[in-house]
């Protein structure tokens, strides 16, 4: 079964920046996506970015544009978010997730990590 294990996050001053990884356990469809949500304390799941397996057509939520951007590095089978221009805002758990479609609905998303937290402070 597949497995997703996030990595990067921690504490960064505000307008810094992080780079978080998701390591898949196993190769999947081409038609598979990967996606990254993050969840603040009393707020539902929220969707950030997607992109698809094969490292094509990311996706990004209008209040990470031009801040966030997404990679994959299909070799070594991860996925890298970069996190720029972060906000007090932004902090969150982070998790990435995985889909057979091409959806920014966490509710399609069958495979899920375990999260890792990312902080922003003033």
């Known amino acids: 079964q597949m497995q997703l294990e996030e990595s990067g996050g921690g504490s960064v001053q505000d307008g810094g920046s992080l780079r978080l990884s998701c390591a898949a356990s196993?190769?999947?469809?081409?038609?598979?996506?990967l996606g990254w949500f993050c969840q603040a304390p009393g707020k539902e799941r929220e969707f950030v970015a997607l992109i698809r397996w094969r490292g094509y057509s990311p996706f990004y939520a209008d209040s990470v544009k031009g801040r966030f951007t997404v990679s994959r590095d299909n070799p070594k089978n991860v996925m890298y978010p970069q996190m720029n221009s972060l906000k007090v805002e932004d902090t969150a758990v982070y998790y990435c997730?995985?889909?057979?479609?091409?959806?920014?609905?966490?509710?399609?998303?069958?495979?899920w990590g375990q999260g890792t937290q990312v902080t922003v402070v003033s």
């Open positions: 196993e190769r999947s469809s081409s038609n598979s996506v």
């Open positions: 997730a995985l889909a057979y479609e091409y959806t920014s609905n966490p509710q399609d998303y069958k495979y």
